[in-house]
C-alpha cells in the first residue's frame, strides 16, 4: 500500500499549536507563531505610536541640563579624536541640493521604511512578524527612559559651536524642532537616536530575511546612509547613534526572551489554527485546513503517491 507524500515547505510553515499540545500555558499559547490580524496590528502601531510620542513630548525639556550633557558629549568625543560632526556638517551644507536632500530624508524615511518593512513582514513573513515587532516596541520603549534619565541637546542648538541647522538654512519642511514647529516637540531628546535604533532594525530584518542579494545589500546600506544624514543634519551626535544601537539591542533581547529565538530562526509562514470538530471532544481537532485556507503567498503542497 503506497504512502502519500507531501512537499514540505522547507521548515518555513509551522501549525500554531493548540492548548492541548502546548499543556495550556497561556505564556506558551501566546509565543506561538501565529497569524497576525490586519486590524489589531493598526490599532496597536497606531496607539503606540502616540503613546511614545507624549511621553516623550512630556518629559520635561531640562534646557540647561541639555546644553550641559551636549557639551560633555563634544568634548568625549574630542577626547577620543572621533569630533567629526562640525566638518562633515559644513562639507555637506555646501551642497545645496544633496543637503535638502538629507532633510528630507531625515524627515521621512524612517516612517517609510519602518512602516514598509513591518508591512511586508505582515504580508509575506506572518510567522515572523510578531518577533520582529516586539523588537521595535522593546527598542523603542527603552529609549523613552533614556530621553528622561539624560536629557541632550543635539549639535544644531549648541552654545559656543559653529553647527548649521540645515532645515532653518535652506528653508526644508521636515524638523519637528526647528522654526515655528519648536514648541510641538521635545528638542532636548537627542539620546538615544531612534533614527539610527530604527534603521538599523530594518536594515538587520531585511538582510537576515530578504532573499534577493540587492534587497540585503540595501538593508545593510541604509542605517551606514541614516548615519551620514543625522550626522550631516546636525541632529545628532554619533554617540547617540551608539545609544540607538544599544537600545535595539536591548529589543532583541526581551525578544529572544519572551520567543526563545531571533525572527529569523521562526518559522516565516503559519497556518490558521485548525477549527474544533462539531460533536468532538474539547481540543479535538478538526479536519486539515484545504488549500484555499492556506497563505496565498506559500508554494502550493503537491501530493503525489509513493510505492
Known sequence: MGEATVKSLEGRTAATPSPMQ??????????????????????LIGVSYWTYSLIRNAVPEQKAQALRNADWIWQAEEAL?????????HAVNSVTWLIVSMNYYYATLHFIVTIGVLVWLYRWQPGRYAASRTV????????????????????????????????????????????????????????????????????????????????????????????????????????????????????FAVSYFWYGSLPQGLPALVEPARPVAQGGGAGQAGPPPSEADRDPAAPAEKVGSGT
Not at 22 to 39: E, H, N, Q, S
Not at 219 to 236: D, E, K, R, S, W
Open 22 to 43: 502546548d499543556g495550556g500555558g497561556v505564556r506558551a499559547r501566546l509565543r506561538a507563531p501565529r497569524r497576525p490580524r490586519i486590524w489589531f496590528e493598526i490599532l
Open 81 to 89: 579624536g572621533l569630533a567629526f560632526e562640525q566638518s562633515v556638517n
Open 136 to 251: 521595535l516596541f522593546a527598542t523603542t520603549g527603552v529609549a523613552l527612559v533614556g530621553y528622561y534619565l539624560y536629557p541632550l541637546a543635539p549639535p544644531r542648538l549648541m552654545n559656543g559651536q559653529s553647527f548649521v541647522d540645515t532645515v532653518l538654512v535652506h528653508h526644508t519642511w521636515g524638523s519637528m524642532a526647528s522654526g515655528n514647529l519648536k514648541n510641538m516637540s521635545n528638542q532636548y531628546a537627542a539620546m538615544p537616536s531612534m533614527h539610527i535604533g530604527w534603521s538599523l532594525w530594518s536594515g538587520l530584518i531585511i538582510f537576515a530575511l530578504a532573499t534577493a542579494p540587492w534587497a540585503r545589500i540595501l538593508g545593510l546600506l541604509y542605517p551606514v546612509a541614516t548615519l551620514v544624514v543625522i550626522v550631516a543634519t546636525a541632529n545628532h551626535f554619533w554617540l547617540d547613534a551608539v545609544g540607538g544601537m544599544i537600545c535595539l539591542a536591548f529589543g
